[in-house]
């Protein structure tokens, strides 16, 4: 009696088949690297604005300034972090130090030379009371990390700062 060894030939097709298939709806998910990396990209900044956020609120709150509107070296009392005197409100860093030798809130931060850095909608530098910070700042089509100083345009209150992540352009 003749044993049938290996497989016929439309064995062979129906598994390439299926393997087609699966390849075909896994190679989506496989394509977006790049957009996972700067999404998680953001997420760290976010966090990273968060810690220090937190920090220097912690620092305002042990000598008295969390509670005042403005604090800086020339509205006592003064908060120094890393060596810089920060420009705070409410305990929280401003967006955009007025006096150049203040401290705001990237001054806390370690950003790659790849992000770009933008204050207002227009990206103006020019008393903002926000930063943007990711890889498009275009407004609200970009892929960047918002950071409001509290009580400035996007803040959830006048005492409190306001973070949002934009990634429709990532």
Request: aromatic content about 8%; hydrophobic content about 40%.
């Amino acid at each position: 009696m003749y044993k049938q060894q290996g497989f016929t030939l439309i064995e062979l097709i129906i598994v390439i088949v299926i393997l087609g298939i699966l390849a075909v709806t896994a190679a989506p998910s496989f394509i977006n690297f790049s957009t996972d990396a700067r999404v998680n990209v953001l997420k760290n900044i976010s966090a990273a604005i968060e810690a220090a956020a937190e920090q220097s609120y912690l620092k305002a709150a042990i000598v008295g300034a969390e509670k005042q509107s403005r604090s800086s070296a020339a509205r006592p009392p003064e908060v120094t972090i890393n060596g810089i005197s920060m420009e705070l409100k409410y305990g929280y860093p401003e967006a955009l130090a007025d006096a150049p030798a203040g401290g705001d809130i990237l001054d806390l931060l370690v950003l790659s030379d790849d992000l770009e850095v933008c204050y207002s909608v227009n990206c103006s530098a020019s008393n903002s009371s926000r930063v943007k910070i990711g890889y498009d700042t275009t407004e609200g089509t970009g892929c960047y990390v918002r950071y409001s100083e509290p009580g400035g345009t996007g803040a959830p209150s006048a005492t409190m700062y306001g973070l949002e992540i934009v990634t429709d352009g990532c």
